[in-house]
């Protein structure tokens, strides 16, 4: 099954709405090709001034598994998408319980680069909200 996109291979809305729906459903294959070869994903938090950087589609599969591993009942509700040529947008509010119980409900985005039809570039930003102890079931 290919992405959704427009007649002539330009990223849509919908595509990344698919994108998201693949987030929610843990699924790092269905990801993947939405992403070029040399992929980038930049994860909110790291060492460095990027967070954690990944590039190429094995490093970007590591790096999805780990946040899933660190919140395996991740969320991203309420996302909304904006494309404007080989740039997009997406918002939405992640919800996560890490494995000590303490949950997380932070609003964030990501900025996509778009090349040929697929996510070249995914960097993702979140509120720095801590934690809250206990779980809960997710409000998204």
């Given at each position: 099954?290919?992405?959704?996109?427009?007649?002539?291979?330009?990223?849509?809305?919908?595509?990344?709405?698919?994108?998201?729906?693949?987030?929610?459903r843990h699924d790092a294959d269905a990801l993947l090709g939405f992403m070029t070869e040399d992929c980038v994903f930049d994860a909110s938090a790291g060492p460095d001034v990027f967070g954690t950087r990944y590039v190429g589609q094995e490093a970007v599969r590591a790096g999805y598994a780990e946040v899933w591993a660190t919140y395996p009942?991740?969320?991203?509700?309420?996302?909304?998408?904006?494309?404007?040529?080989?740039?997009?947008?997406?918002?939405?509010?992640?919800?996560?319980?890490?494995?000590?119980?303490?949950?997380?409900?932070?609003?964030?985005?990501?900025?996509?680069?778009f090349r040929d039809g697929r996510i070249a570039v995914k960097d993702s930003f979140r509120k720095n909200r801590p934690p809250h102890p206990g779980s809960s079931s997710p409000t998204a």
């Amino acid at each position: 099954m290919s992405p959704p996109s427009d007649p002539d291979g330009a990223v849509t809305p919908a595509f990344l709405d698919a994108f998201a729906e693949a987030f929610n459903r843990h699924d790092a294959d269905a990801l993947l090709g939405f992403m070029t070869e040399d992929c980038v994903f930049d994860a909110s938090a790291g060492p460095d001034v990027f967070g954690t950087r990944y590039v190429g589609q094995e490093a970007v599969r590591a790096g999805y598994a780990e946040v899933w591993a660190t919140y395996p009942d991740a969320h991203w509700g309420g996302a909304r998408h904006l494309v404007c040529g080989d740039r997009g947008v997406s918002e939405w509010t992640f919800t996560g319980t890490r494995a000590d119980g303490a949950r997380v409900e932070v609003h964030g985005c990501d900025l996509f680069t778009f090349r040929d039809g697929r996510i070249a570039v995914k960097d993702s930003f979140r509120k720095n909200r801590p934690p809250h102890p206990g779980s809960s079931s997710p409000t998204a």
